[in-house]
């Protein structure tokens, strides 16, 4: 009776043993399997947030969407063209070891004066605004014929987001050939706000037919992109000291 016991109590403990293993390796299997991005590879997303190993978080903010449309073009309208840049920056900056966040990843209304204070809470590296511009008709007569990539920054004495104005503007025309309006302090909300270096990219004029019809092309919104990108990387040289800067 007694060795029947302990046979009972040994083959128990097994099956305890075995559901606790069994366990372990679904949670395993879970973790590995699910909620994963492909963007040239596959990186794992916890929260919304996409992990890796980089030391830098960049915080994307396609301007406008939903019910504000932002400036209007003769095919397109701003709201579109910022969702498409934005998420191809998103690509291409995953593809380099950057972990991102983004305001929207769709056509969602987000109020302008609650970016900044969604930026701010993840603690992310840089802040970048993504907009296009559009020339009033009523206030310029050869307004078809303006445009031009220019980079916006809040002046703070205290802030680097000069120089990554700075870096953005010069790897956009160079890349882009448009004509250079220059980067310049402005008192924009988004910028205003943010607690993290930040700017917002005109990235040209949906009037200007020229223009508007280049961002119809996907590989030229990739070609942004990878400008975007690579201005973001000048900056963090010249932050480890690997490059000089005079802004």
Do not use: W
Request: include cysteine; charged fraction near 30%.
């Amino acid at each position: 009776m007694v060795v029947l016991i302990r046979a009972r109590y040994r083959i128990k403990i097994r099956g305890i043993v075995l559901l606790i293993v069994i366990f372990m390796l679904i949670i395993v299997g879970i973790r590995s399997c699910v909620s994963r991005v492909k963007s040239g590879d596959e990186r794992e997303i916890e929260n919304g947030v996409v992990v890796n190993d980089s030391l830098y978080k960049i915080y994307i903010d396609p301007g406008h969407g939903g019910s504000d449309p932002g400036a209007e073009g003769d095919r397109t309208e701003e709201k579109d063209l910022t969702l498409k840049v934005g998420l191809a920056l998103n690509d291409v900056l995953l593809e380099s070891n950057f972990q991102t966040y983004m305001s929207r990843v769709d056509d969602s209304t987000i109020n302008v004066r609650k970016r900044p204070g969604m930026a701010n809470e993840t603690d992310a590296d840089v802040f970048v605004s993504i907009h296009f511009n559009a020339a009033d008709p009523k206030k310029i007569n050869n307004y078809r014929s303006v445009s031009g990539i220019e980079t916006f920054y809040y002046e703070n004495t205290e802030s680097d987001s000069p120089v990554l104005a700075k870096y953005v503007q010069e790897a956009l025309v160079e890349g882009l050939g448009f004509r250079d309006r220059g980067y310049q302090p402005a008192d924009h909300c988004v910028t205003r706000e943010t607690t993290m270096p930040a700017i917002l990219i005109e990235l040209g004029f949906l009037s200007n037919y020229d223009q508007e019809n280049f961002y119809l092309e996907k590989e030229n919104i990739e070609k942004a992109a990878n400008c975007i990108k690579e201005g973001i990387e000048n900056y963090f040289e010249e932050k480890e000291g690997n490059k000089d800067v005079d802004v």
